[in-house]
């Protein structure tokens, strides 16, 4: 649908990397849907203490505007962001009602429906806390060139397409590949710090799928140094990122212990995206960090195990992001 170039889908962010990068790459497809200029907005503290709009740090979105856009006389939709949409996503719910942040219909108040692409208003703020996929996967195949609308393919297509890294992060990504992973190399997220999951699943499912593909290296993605060590201990060649790590506990992404937020996500990219290219893949879904390696890798069949696919606090939070508008 053909809009006039003076429409803007103002994406907001809210969250860790891997929700950041659902929303944005999904509010990108959005407006490609609706025909609006994308304007990303990363300008809090999450990853940057000067408040840059950190996107830019990581990704080179096409298309993205890399300054807001005038918005003095122009409409906005939600009504909610009249005046105020330079404030970031979570002060402004801190100073509207604290209990939104989590509130699974936040979205219904800071956020257009993506399920519409015909509001009028002159910018339209689009957010959801894990992304839009759910309500845009049956209309992405023209914009993302995929013959398939799974959801897992949606995502990854829109990953690629809309949230390419910098050069400097491929770099860094390319030359730990090449330098560290072996013939065969299973990757292993594991997320233990204000999170958990069963760590001794995730050791047993490792050692399988390693001797399932005849794997002889391990790659690590952890935020917590005890991991490191059980790891060490279970297999012959482990290899990880250097990377800081908080005290345990504590988490691992906007933490006030971290003294360089942009390295903080530079590192946490690496890391997904190492995971995506390995020839295996051991995680838990709970994490989006977990799923965002899956959607972008290009694994053969049998090599990626979900030891949360048959949890059903899990599915029963899938089903409901599919109901919830």
Partial sequence: MNRPTDQYAWIKAKGGMGNRML???????????AGRVPFIDWRDDAYSLERENSIFHFFDPPGALREPPL?????????????????????????DD????????????????????????????????????????????GPLEIRTASLRSVIGAAMKRYL????????????????????????VHVRYTDRTTNLDRLLAETAR????????????????AIVSERFASAFPRVVETEKWLPEPGQVMHQNAACADRKENGMEALTDMNLLAACDGLVYASR???SVLSHCIGEFKQGTVIDIDRRDPKIIARKLARRVIA
């Fill in 23 to 33: 929303c944005a790459a999904s509010g990108m497809l959005w407006a490609e849907l």
């Fill in 287 to 289: 994490s989006t960090f």
């Fill in 209 to 224: 799928l390693a001797g399932k593909i005849d794997a002889d290296t391990v790659f690590l993605a952890t935020d917590n």
């Fill in 98 to 141: 604290p209990s939104l942040h989590s509130s699974a219909f936040a979205h219904r108040r800071y956020s257009i429906d993506a399920r519409r692409t015909d509001q009028p208003e002159a910018i339209a703020v689009f957010w959801h806390y894990t992304g839009r996929f759910e309500q845009l996967a049956s209309r992405a195949a």
């Fill in 71 to 95: 918005t003095e006389g122009r409409d906005v939709v939600p009504a909610v962001w009249k005046d105020r949409l330079d404030s970031p996503l979570a002060e402004t719910i801190q100073a």
């Fill in 164 to 187: 390419p890294p910098v050069p400097s992060l491929r770099d860094r990504i390319d030359r730990f590949r090449n330098g560290s992973f072996g013939k065969q190399t299973v990757g």
